[in-house]
């Protein structure tokens, strides 16, 4: 396309006062001319830049002195030399709408392959570069935090039983890759009531509630083989980094909303997260079913004790999509099955 | 003293010019702003970037930030003039790997080296003042109207001084570092002492940027009194409180407790007093910020609604949350496009005042941390 004779209405300003003046500007061989009332300027044609397209809004031609002339976006305008390249393209793929639907199918397999297999996967590599004193010194922290703040207090259970319960969980950790790291701690947590946790680093806190609240031993220790689960996958630091990445993910995606709602920003990210520790809690009870079984130990055991759990809390199951833990009721079904498939 | 706080309130509106007065003021001499975009054309620019942002793991993040920029400003006129952003991807993507690493340094101290956070967030109270300072250069100096572009001023003292007068934030951090709100009295104080002060502190903050803010050699000038930011805050705190106070009503009322999903009817009240206080803060702070800003011949009349605000940001919500994010284009947009409705530039003598100075290059690493670490500091 020749741009020679072209001629392109317009607004100029000349960068000392903002006041706009209609103009013209006439393009010839290497040169154009600009006319606005009395002032007729001249400038080469390849010392002018002109600003990115945007949408369908007016464009801006840099002079090369102080001056800027502004018309409406036209084809011809791509002929001269551009303010920044690269966005050149960008803006090609925004006027269409193909390629918008494009980037919705992508954005969508971006993520769900991301959230299924990338992220796990980059944790799982991430972890293994992680020392395991690094993590149990993270762990120790929470644990003496959790103490100082009288969350935890001793525990009340008698030595004996501590002992005999001591016992039968070294020897249901033995043999694993993270037995050196696994240790149990008994507490009394009247706030926190009957429950477990696997802190990073393989420190396992067991409360005096659900030793109470348990029948027997072997419930006890179908409570810490899902613990033993959690420790030996190292799940609490998985937890934090997978959680890390969703966090930062979906800051991104929903940067332009942040202003608008922070219920809409957090929304994503605590769904990622309890997704991501529903699977952790599952994989946990799969480990502790298999555990239990080479212990000689019935997975019944698992499944009595998370039906006293659910009737003591007196809680209705809530909304699995938003809960850390699958429902309880699917939890104690997959016990007993895994423990009829096995009398079999 | 709640009432009577409500009635100050509603009087100050009326201190304000009445309404045919400010009516007739926007018709002889108000230049008109315009916003021209749509959520039609804005969720194209807003996917694709989106897209190139995730496939790229984040680099082309720059430039989503320069296009999406560019399209607020370009659409914007005022007396038929579009807006300008001037930053360059390239100086963008700059700053952003700054701030990422001290971000990632941030971020690591507070959740995995715990230990390493007393210096981290010493060495950050000594640089927010910079990255205030550079941010708010930096936005100023790649905005332009009318091929002249804006000015800050302020120096990294000033900046320290404004943000640390009363010495209540470094009290607050130093003490936590060093954890001495085991003493509880002590934690209280400090806490009450700052929530009295923040409102004061909000209006020195703005002051500071709107004085050394300048276009074409006029400076900002700001006339808005601390007084009034104080019961805007305290205002929205007697909302959240009164929605509480009527949810816990309700509840023992029809002994609701127990109930099936009874967690999540108790929080909807909550979260409907928050956003509606939310919405209050934003719409009066706003309002009272530009109504009282002069610049040279141009004075400003923002005439935004609490209420209105509120059912922008409980719709939006809703509609982001039903399109799983789709919605996103067209909630920044209608928010967007009310926002610009509602304000209005009076010009009350010549445009000709503004003459251009001498201009300078600023680093864009001030512009991109404040970004990353969500200070929203717009005015």
């Known amino acids: 396309m020749n741009i020679t004779s072209t001629r392109l209405e317009g607004t100029y300003y000349d960068g000392k ?87 919705v199918g992508i954005i969508i397999c971006a993520l769900f392959i991301g959230y299924f297999y990338g992220m796990p996967l980059v944790a799982k590599s991430m972890i293994k570069r992680i020392p395991i004193e690094t993590e149990a010194s993270l762990g120790n922290h929470i644990l003496t935090w959790f103490d100082d703040s009288q969350w935890f207090n001793e525990s ?9 319960i001591m016992n039968k ?85 929903t940067a332009d ?83 009829n498939k096995e009398s079999d | 003293m709640k009432n009577n706080l409500i009635f100050n309130n509603l009087n100050m509106l009326k201190d304000k010019p009445n309404k045919e007065g400010k009516d007739e003021l926007i018709q002889q001499q108000g230049m008109q ?37 560019r399209y607020f400003y370009s659409n914007l006129t005022l007396d038929g003039t579009p807006f300008q952003y001037l930053a360059q991807p390239i100086t963008i ?42 941010s708010v250069a930096f936005n100023a100096r790649y905005s332009a109207y009318r091929n002249m572009t804006f000015r800050f001023d302020g120096t990294y003292v000033e900046s320290f001084r404004v943000i640390y007068a009363w010495g209540i934030i470094p009290a607050i951090a130093v003490g936590t570092i060093f954890n001495w709100w085991g003493i509880y009295w002590a934690a209280g104080i400090a806490y009450a002492v700052f929530a009295i002060l923040f409102p004061w502190w909000v209006r020195n903050l703005k002051n500071f940027i709107v004085t050394k803010t300048s276009y074409g050699g006029h400076f900002g000038q700001f006339s808005a009194s601390g007084n009034y930011f104080f019961q805007v805050y305290l205002v929205s705190v007697f909302i959240t409180f009164g929605f509480g106070l009527i949810t816990t009503i309700i509840v023992r009322f ?34 009272t910020v530009w109504n009282q800003i002069r610049l040279g011949p141009l004075r400003f009349r923002c005439t935004l609604n609490s209420f209105e605000m509120a059912e922008l940001y409980l719709t939006n919500a809703i509609g982001i949350i039903a399109s799983a994010g789709f919605l996103i284009p067209w909630a920044v947009i ?46």
């Open chain 2, 33 to 69: 702003l315009e916003f021209s975009g749509s959520a039609k054309e804005y969720f194209r620019i807003w996917i694709v970037n989106l897209c190139l942002t995730i496939i790229t793991f984040g680099f082309f993040s720059a430039w989503a930030k320069v296009r999406k920029k």
């Open chain 2, 93 to 134: 993507l700059k700053g952003r790997i700054i701030a990422a690493i001290l971000f990632l340094m941030y971020y690591s101290s507070t959740h995995y080296f715990t230990t390493m956070l007393p210096y981290v967030l010493v060495a950050g109270l000594i640089i927010a003042p910079w990255v205030i300072v550079r």
């Open chain 1, 257 to 339: 909303a942040a202003s608008l709602s922070t219920a809409v920003t957090g929304l994503p990210v605590i769904l990622a997260r309890t997704k991501y520790s529903r699977d952790f809690e599952r994989e946990a009870d799969d480990f502790a079913f298999d555990l239990l079984k080479r212990n000689h130990i019935s997975t019944e055991a698992f499944a009595s004790i998370m039906e006293r759990l659910a009737k003591d809390s007196g809680s209705i199951e809530k909304l699995s999509f938003v809960s850390t833990h699958p429902v309880t009721s699917k939890r104690i079904k997959r016990a007993r099955e895994f423990n």
């Open chain 2, 254 to 287: 029809f002994e609701m407790e127990g109930m099936p999903y009874s967690n999540i009817i108790f929080i909807m009240p909550i979260y409907a007093g928050y956003v509606f206080a939310y919405a209050y803060v934003q719409t009066k702070i706003t309002n």
């Open chain 1, 17 to 103: 006062i903002p006041i706009a003046r209609p103009a013209l500007l006439v393009f010839d061989n290497n040169e154009v001319t600009l006319t606005s009332g009395d002032t007729t300027l001249t400038y080469a044609l390849h010392k002018l830049h002109v600003s990115p397209r945007v949408g369908n809004t007016d464009r801006f031609i840099s002079l090369s002195d102080s001056g800027q002339y502004q018309c409406t976006d036209q084809p011809i305008l791509d002929q001269l030399p551009q303010e920044v390249r690269s966005e050149g393209l960008v803006a090609w793929f925004e006027n269409r709408m193909s390629v918008a639907v494009a980037s």
């Open chain 1, 156 to 164: 009340h259970i008698d030595q004996d039983q501590q002992g005999s």
């Open chain 1, 169 to 253: 969980f070294n020897k249901l950790h033995q043999g694993l890759s993270m037995s050196p790291n696994i240790k149990l701690e008994f507490r009394n947590s009247e706030r926190i009531g009957p429950n477990a946790f696997a802190l990073p680093g393989g420190t396992i806190v067991i409360t005096d509630q659900i030793v109470d609240i348990a029948e027997s031993e072997e419930e006890v220790l179908a409570i810490l083989a899902h613990e033993i689960g959690h420790a030996e996958r190292r799940h609490s630091i998985r937890q934090i980094l997978q959680g890390s990445f969703a966090a930062l993910a979906a800051t991104t995606i």
């Open chain 2, 334 to 379: 209608r928010t967007y496009k009310y926002r610009t409705d509602n304000t209005h530039v009076i010009n009350m003598t010549e445009l000709k005042e503004f003459r251009a100075s001498e201009t300078e290059t600023v680093q864009a690493a001030g512009a991109e941390m404040t970004e990353f670490f969500d200070m929203d500091l717009s005015i």
